[in-house]
């Protein structure tokens, strides 16, 4: 489109995209480029993404071209996932296909308005022609969006239990450095019933020619709270509703005693039906006044308080988690656990977690799911999660 | 394998639940039917005939088998007549109720069945005690090694398969020499121990003891039995406690390598008086289910004659 180019820098350098990326490496560039942008620079201000240039009579039909450029950049540039949310919108990408088909002006007009993502590189050394390159972290960027809706119907094709054992293998192999990957484990574990775990773990030997507990107590022998895990996920749970509130009663008291000791609490947490945990919960509870997770955050050691609440209200849990996902600056394993708890709890507890999720964030989830992902990711979501 | 033997023509189990009531009645039992009976039935047929009994007479075979016999032989009978898993189960929860004294068949059940038996025997235990093994042994056993290395045998589902490291098996053969070395110095480090004990497949576990044989030139039992428990006591001046805990490691040791036949010549040795037939039974049978189990208050029976000593 010739001329204008202030009209079309004016679409991307968004405070909108500055929020969603705060921290990426890329949102530095942006950041710099909004603080330069309100001081005095060479380069005039960009005005905010939505507003139209003020428009001038004799420019009028040039000024609403301008606004029509603007927004379809815009769309597309949500669609591909450059103003946040989840996923990409594969339908307004391929219509994009199809309006800018042999007109690689439009394209190369919206690389240059995408400043966060493309960045011009000289091709030859006397940096006459420059074009507009991607920078490597959107290109992963865009790799693991439009990967979500992959990984998702991949997840839900499997068995539950293998979908679990790999899971679990993840958390333990790749992402073992990350803090989170204990939680994985955690979740795994107290929330599944006794049959699903020991069918997560047949089929762990099945993929992985190793047990679950050997992999756990080796790769994390290091940690403080291997012991609580292999407990965990080695346990093989009485499913029935009998309680008995003395036994409760005098767990709840042991707890007390020694705040700091977790070889108590790991010891109650790994083997006792899950009733009887929760009346010990419910106890502790009426004694102290305050729920165990609160005392147990203060004495640290995150698997810990993360085993109480997911045995205690597995629904309030995953409602946490799922919001999570959507928070800003939230990472690669806090999103990728959406695909995780919608696909494991779409045919266990989504009724729950879809009350929990209201009673906590007061928002209804297939809302809050509908605004922050995108296309298919989003469709495959909302069909999972229900009315 | 299996050295029970089956008549070829195998009466009804009507039929022998009446020669059985034959046998209990009047003065005294007639011992020698009961066996000519009950010890040539596998383990169906024994379902069968208890379900027929009940049926028929209107009373537990077991109740009345507990009645009518005495000592080690009505121990062994009443053993004999249950499922071998309930019998497993049974064992286990008297074990629990004096662990000091009885760890030693919580570590045979959790070490010498498949970990497709031991499943069993704990799917059995949820049926019958309306609690896990797991809790009940976690409860009862004293905090420290003997809990940890218990908890870690019962809870544990190995991998059943033939694959093996070497290279780790060599890596762990060195950590557990490490781990017996620093059990002689007085710096217990049970852990590592406990972890590979408590984790590793069985074939995983024969490649370490190997490694362990081939690097040191001896076996990880004379060592242990050598240096384990008595170096304990030196060391820590604690008392017969130390031993036990080298006890459990040595017996937990032979119990992954031996065989069923050395298995069975240990156990049989170790039984003065009667044979136990739940051994062999327990590998020469097939999957039972639970349809007929044993009611709780049989169990109760067979739980006090624990107590007693009638059972060792």
Known sequence: MPGCPECVSACVCSDQIWLVYK???????????AASSNSSSPAPPPPPLRSRPTRREPQQSVNKEAAAMADEQQELTRAFSGLGGLG??????????GRWRKQPEKRASFRRGFPGFFSPAPTASGGAIT??????????????????????????????????????????????????????????????????????????????????????????????????????VAAYRYEGARVSEDLATEEANAISAKPGN??????????????????????????????????????????????VRCLDAPAKYFGEVIAGAFKEGADKQAKAALTRVVVSRSEADMEEIKEAYVKQHGAKLVDAVAKNTHGHYRDALLAMIGK | MATITVPQVIPSPTEDADALMKAFQGWGTDEQAVISILAYRDAEQRKQIRLAYQEKYDESLLQRLQSELTGDFQTAMCHWVLDPVERQAAMANAATKCIHEEYPVIVEIACANSPTELLKVKQAYHALYKCSLEEDVAASAPAGNLRSLLLALVSTYRYDGEEVDGGLARSEAELIHEAVKNGEN????????????????????????????????????????????????????????????????????????????????RV?????GQPDPGGGDARGEGPQGHQGRVPEDDLRCLGASHRQGDIR
């Open chain 1, 23 to 33: 921290g990426h490496p890329m949102q530095q560039f942006l950041a710099a480029q």
């Open chain 1, 88 to 97: 990409v919108e594969e339908t307004a990408l391929v219509s994009a296909l």
């Open chain 1, 131 to 232: 074009i507009e390159r991607c920078e490597d972290e959107y290109v992963r960027h865009l790799k693991t969006e439009f990967s979500r809706f992959k990984n998702l119907m991949v997840l839900w094709a499997m068995h539950p239990w293998e979908r679990d054992a790999r899971w679990a293998h993840r958390a333990l192999h790749k992402h073992k450095k990350h803090q989170g990957s204990g939680c994985i484990l955690v979740e795994l574990a107290c929330t599944r019933s006794a049959e699903e775990l020991l069918g997560a773990r047949r089929a762990y030997h099945a993929l992985y020619s190793r047990s679950l507990e050997e992999d756990v107590a080796y790769r994390l022998k290091e940690t403080e709270h291997a012991g609580l895990l292999v407990g965990l």
């Open chain 1, 262 to 307: 977790n070889e108590v609490l790991a010891r109650v947490l790994a083997t006792r039906s899950k009733p009887q945990l929760r009346a010990t919960f419910r106890i502790y509870r009426e004694i102290h006044g305050k729920p165990l997770e609160e005392d147990l955050i203060a004495v640290g050691g995150i698997c810990l308080q993360e085993a």
């Open chain 2, 186 to 265: 007085g710096t217990t480090d049970d852990g590592e121990l406990i972890r590979i004990l408590g984790t590793r497949s069985k074939a995983q576990l024969g490649a370490t003891f190997s490694c362990f044989r081939d690097e040191h030139g001896t076996t990880l039992t004379k060592v242990v039995t050598q240096s384990g428990p008595a170096a304990w006591i030196r060391s820590h001046g604690l008392h017969a406690r130390a031993a036990d805990h080298g006890e459990v490691r040595l017996g937990r040791q032979q119990l992954l390598c031996e065989g069923p036949e050395e298995r069975d010549a």
């Open chain 2, 268 to 272: 049989s040795g170790d039984r003065r």
